[in-house]
């Protein structure tokens, strides 16, 4: 499945069309038929539902902006636990003060699979729910973590290719994720020399990425 993602992925033309392609992929790949994808405003430090399906104004409105730091939410579980589970919203303790608005909305159970770079920066969290208290396998899982990493490399190289990226991490991420290694070598090489550093001290690009030198 993932190489057709990949494929629809790379004929996405904006950072919506992305997103929607992530959320449909997700809604397939766990059979569901509600879903949406919370992407980071990184300034602000929360997340807004971007792309959604199946979901009623009352909803969209109560988790329109959720805090990245709010570690008792859904969205802090998924990332503390790089995904999160609740096969009955009616059981699970941590969910209990949303009970009211998960019945209203017709779903019993859900799924979130955070969204991050391979720099490891939260982008978003891909949420699918289902109307039965149910538990996805771990296949199914896997495959999200997939398309969650496909994804996450496509919302790069589209900020990359608008001019949005506003950190070195995300810029060189992007470089990785588009070159061949040769050129990567190089390119990496290049903005180590024109940051001020040896090359020879760090080794490595990855030595780099890995230092606190973007950092500063």
């Known amino acids: 499945a993932p190489m057709t993602f990949e494929m ?21 790949l766990t059979d569901a038929t509600l879903g949406n994808v919370k992407l980071v405003d990184q300034r602000k430090g929360y997340l807004t539902i971007a792309a959604q399906r199946g979901f009623h104004r009352e909803f969209l409105d109560f988790f329109h902006r959720v805090n990245v730091d709010d570690s008792l939410s859904i969205c802090g579980r998924a990332l503390r636990e790089r995904r999160a589970i609740i096969s009955d919203v009616m059981l699970d303790e941590e969910f209990a003060p949303w009970r009211p608005v998960a019945e209203r909305a017709g779903f019993r159970s859900l799924q979130s699979t955070p969204i991050i770079s391979g720099s490891g920066a939260l982008l978003g969290i891909v949420s699918t729910h289902f109307v039965i208290p149910h538990q996805p396998t771990e296949t199914e899982m896997d495959a ?5 990493n496909l994804a996450a490399s496509a919302i790069v190289r589209m900020r990359v290719r608008h001019g949005e990226v506003e950190d070195w991490d995300a810029r060189l991420i992007s470089i990785v994720v588009i070159d061949d290694d040769e050129s990567v070598r190089n390119a990496m ?17 990855k030595a780099f990425l890995e230092s606190d030198a973007l950092r500063a």
Do not use: P, T
């Not at 629809?8 to 397939?28: H, K, T, W, Y």
């Not at 999200?144 to 969650?148: G, I, P, V």
């Not at 090489?189 to 690009?205: D, K, P, Q, R, T």
């Open 8 to 28: 629809r992925l790379s004929n996405c033309a904006d950072l919506q069309s992305i997103l929607n392609c992530i959320l449909d992929g997700g809604l397939e």
């Open 144 to 148: 999200l973590r997939s398309l969650a």
């Open 189 to 205: 090489e290049n903005l180590i020399s024109s940051l001020g550093y040896s090359v020879a001290a760090f080794g490595s690009a």
